[in-house]
């Protein structure tokens, strides 16, 4: 089954302490990318990978990193969490970027305390 | 930057009613997507737009993009409990790679 899958569901953390949401799409797919969506201002992008080795930043990048070594991983860090980044987070991959349909993982809600 | 601005941002519709939620972007977009996010889910594609004036249908949903290709407008007519969800657009912007997404509209349906 095609999919873009994500872990963890749900996290709570602490401020300053590491962490790393896996993101992994089995379709192929050359563009990969990190959304937050939070009340009332819809989907903000985070970061995109047009291929491995391929990053840039989004709308909303401070404060998080991400890496793609392989094509089918592409993994949000976030090295020193803050209660701003409070979230619900999603990653997308598409096959050749914006003009075609992305598929979304189910999602990564995670509370920083 | 480029930004996609989505009105409006709730819609609480009668069961069997019509409705209309409406995309602009500040400039130009080579394509615009449809999302539809039920609620607790993840957002789902509905249907891209390429071209000018172009009009797709989708059973009960309608889907328009502007002749300037700068607004894009659903309408889903005959409303179904089935149809609540938020329902964003989304357009390249800021660059050749981002995706902008508009804030979406939730829409709630009363029996």
């Known amino acids: 089954e095609a999919q873009v899958t994500q872990n963890p569901r749900y996290l709570i953390t602490v401020t300053g302490k590491k962490l790393t949401v896996t993101c992994s799409q089995n379709m192929n797919h050359e563009y990969m990318s990190w959304y937050r969506q939070d009340p009332g201002l819809g989907l903000r992008q985070i970061y995109y990978?047009?291929?491995?080795?391929?990053?840039d930043k989004g709308d909303v990048p401070e404060g998080y990193k991400v890496s793609r070594k392989e094509k089918r991983n592409f993994p949000l860090i976030l090295e020193s969490p803050s209660p701003n980044q409070t979230s619900l987070y999603f990653c997308?991959?598409?096959?050749?970027?914006?003009?075609?349909?992305?598929?979304f993982g189910q999602g990564t809600r995670l509370t920083v305390v | 930057g480029q930004q996609v601005m989505q009105i409006p941002q709730y819609q609480h519709v009668q069961e069997g009613e019509d409705f209309t939620t409406y995309c602009n972007s500040s400039t130009t977009l080579s394509n615009i997507q449809w999302y539809k996010q039920r609620p607790g889910g993840h957002p789902v594609f509905l249907i891209q737009?390429?071209?000018?004036?172009e009009v797709k249908k989708q059973k009960r949903l309608t889907f328009q993009f502007g002749e300037a290709k700068k607004n894009s407008s659903l309408h889903i007519t005959a409303t179904q409990t089935t149809d609540v969800g938020t329902y964003f657009c989304a357009g390249p912007g800021g660059g050749d790679y981002k995706l902008s997404f508009g804030a979406g509209t939730t829409v709630t349906v009363r029996a």
């Open positions: 997308a991959s598409s096959l050749e970027g914006l003009n075609t349909e992305a598929f």
């Open positions: 990978s047009m291929n491995v080795e391929v990053t």
């Open positions: 737009l390429v071209k000018s004036g």
